[in-house]
């Protein structure tokens, strides 16, 4: 059983930047780490995600701007938001798959954290 926590959402104006946090607190090898949105009114939809090798993946919307990380010690994931756009104000939910291949859908995740809000004013 894994459970994971995010922290570090927040408000930010437009073009800042902003590092999210995804605690794991039951065992995550060989785990994908991933993370996930949600704006008002629309489905949740894929950001970006990492294998335990580090190999990284980016939805088109984010690629360039934002950057997936984790650190496997710590059990730890990460995602730098920068060049901000209101856009991108949403929930963001911090997500885990046991190893096979990338999530980018609701029902590839095995485990969800609770979601942390992002807001960008412009």
């Known amino acids: 059983q894994v459970q994971l926590v995010e922290s570090g959402g927040g408000l930010v104006q437009a073009g800042g930047s902003l590092r999210l946090s995804c605690a794991a607190s039951g065992r995550t090898f060989g785990y994908f780490m991933g993370w996930f949105r949600q704006a008002p009114g629309k489905e949740r939809e894929f950001v970006a995600a990492?294998?335990?090798?580090?190999?990284?993946y980016y939805a088109d919307s984010v690629k360039g701007r934002f950057t997936v990380s984790r650190d496997n010690a710590k059990n730890t994931a990460y995602l730098e938001m920068a060049s901000l756009k209101s856009e991108d104000t949403a929930v963001y939910y911090c997500?885990?798959?046991?190893?096979?291949?990338?999530?980018?859908?609701?029902?590839?995740?095995?485990?969800w954290g609770q979601g942390t809000q992002v807001t960008v004013s412009s």
């Open positions: 990492i294998n335990w090798y580090s190999s990284t």
């Open positions: 997500a885990a798959r046991r190893g096979v291949s990338v999530p980018t859908m609701d029902e590839e995740v095995d485990y």
